[in-house]
């Protein structure tokens, strides 16, 4: 069975960075699109960010591009998400999500059960 464990989340300050980590279990995602989502109290989930397998092609929404950077580490098999510049309207709990496929696409198969964000003005 696979699963998606994110870690790295919690309290930051506004302008202040945290670095968020998905690692799955239950079989490698290397070279397997991965993606994160982010979903606010009372609003729909949102992407994020995407990586192709390779790592070599990334994907950002608008509201974080500059401040947000997606990443891989296919030997570790894990995906990062390091945020800086954090705003408050960044707080939410953020998801991981993997893809059978190389290419980053809309859907995703997999999805971990997320971990929060919270920004401080």
């Known amino acids: 069975q696979v699963h998606l464990v994110e870690s790295g989340g919690g309290l930051v300050q506004a302008g202040g960075s945290l670095r968020l980590s998905c690692a799955p279990s239950g079989r490698t995602f290397s070279g397997y699109a991965m993606g994160w989502f982010r979903q606010a109290p009372g609003k729909e989930r949102e992407f994020v960010a995407a990586i192709s397998g390779s790592g070599r092609n990334t994907y950002y929404a608008d509201s974080v591009k500059g401040r947000f950077t997606i990443s891989r580490d296919n030997v570790k098999n894990t995906v990062y998400l390091q945020m800086n510049s954090l705003k408050s309207e960044d707080t939410a709990a953020y998801y991981c999500?993997?893809?059978?496929?190389?290419?980053?696409?809309?859907?995703?198969?997999?999805w971990g059960q997320g971990t929060q964000v919270t920004v401080s003005s």
């Open positions: 999500a993997a893809s059978e496929t190389a290419w980053v696409r809309e859907e995703y198969d997999y």
